[in-house]
């Protein structure tokens, strides 16, 4: 947030300057906690140099705060988007295609009917969720499925209102649908919010096949890209433009690999996200309008089987650099910024549930590179889905093996 000072002025009428105050303390976490060795010390699978210093392994960073994590529930069904209600309860969508509420006291409720069918093969099902802003008047929710249409799958976005007695959806409907479709079950993306202006950032992943990888760097398809669209679906207005002719409208940013965790830096209201790479190269971006993250042209990782991808290269000029980047990798997920003050370490910082890494990452974050990381919750054994923040202050997490956490001071 900027500090305003108001300097006026007066003549023959009164003017009121408004300006940026060169002042971040404010804005800034200055204290993180103790800094250590990085916390990451296995051998990289590449000898990848980063762009820049702090791109990778930054110094390890220790919360001094005592805090505590307690599981609410482990019963719940693979789940993957976890958001806070109004009245502080937990809208939680499970993989195989359920949505369910979510008491704090660990009370699971029966599926919500109405959810259109998904196909949970491998990567698909009921993917990330998000609450109208007006939900406590409207009771709008969007969310993110893989569909099985004709020709094979794809990643799409619906609406649908919660009824008064919270047991169905009513007037669901598909609002976007990425294009092509393909036989792929895996990089859906899948990860949706609302930005600043109150339009809808989804993200899509490019379906991880050879013949869908190149499309990401396509502005004719929307796969492996974050697109913004209005609440009706349509092509946001103050979308950029690319020059290619044809080029989608509804494109924000291209050259995503398979980008599960989307959210709003608190202070700019910029959009991040997290971004799975291949052996290697698991990013964090900042999403600047218009911009190329360069994927496949540019990767900080190699193929599975070792080889390098494309010429081997990870910086070319038009494409963007990630903020941070893993080697080996994480697997970063569902993400947010914490705006809390009960752990005091955490204001502004980003937290990412990391599934293969089997914890929750911390990020301290200072002028929008990263000054330090932490691993959360590592004792726990879970593959961590989704990370956000209630309104009490507390985060919470959902974990592919059943769980949900809350995570505060102790």
Partial sequence: MKNIKYISILSASLFTLFSCSDDKDKDENTNPGTVTNPVENNSANTAYKPAFAGQTRVSGVQTNTAYEAKVITSTLNNPWGVKMLPDG??????????????S??????SPITGVP???????????GLTLDPEFASN??????????????NITAVAKGKLSNDEKSLEGVTVIYQTNPANSSTLHY??????????NLIVSTGERSVIETRPLAQS???????VVRITKNGQAASGNPTFSTAGALAELYTIGHRNPQGLALHPNTGEIWSSEHGPRGGDEINRLQAGSNYGWPVIT????????????????????????????????????????????????????????????????????????????????????????????????????DEGRLYKIDKK
Wanted: aromatic content about 10%; charged content about 20%; proline content about 3%.
């Fill in 219 to 225: 502005v004719l398809t929307s796969l492996g890209k």
């Fill in 117 to 127: 069918a998904v196909n949970s093969t491998n990567q698909g099902g009921l993917l």
């Fill in 104 to 109: 704090t006291t660990g009370q699971v409720s």
């Fill in 300 to 399: 900080y990782g190699i193929e599975y089987g070792e080889q390098v991808i494309g010429a081997g290269i990870q910086q070319q000029q038009g494409m963007e650099q990630p903020v941070y980047y893993w080697d080996p990798v994480v697997s970063p997920s569902g993400m947010t910024f914490y705006t809390g003050d009960r752990v005091p370490e955490w204001q502004n910082n980003l937290f990412i549930g990391a599934l293969s890494g089997k914890h929750i990452v911390r990020l301290a974050i200072k002028d929008n590179r990263v000054t330090g990381e932490e691993r959360l919750l590592a004792q726990e054994n879970q593959r961590f889905r989704d990370v956000t923040q209630g309104s009490d202050g507390a985060l919470y997490a959902v974990t």
């Fill in 189 to 198: 993306g899948g990860r949706i919010l609302f930005d600043k202006t109150g």
């Fill in 89 to 102: 309860r937990l809208l939680v969508t499970e993989k195989p295609g359920n949505l369910r509420i979510v």
């Fill in 139 to 152: 009771r709008m929710i969007y969310w993110v499925f893989s569909q099985q249409v004709t020709g094979g």
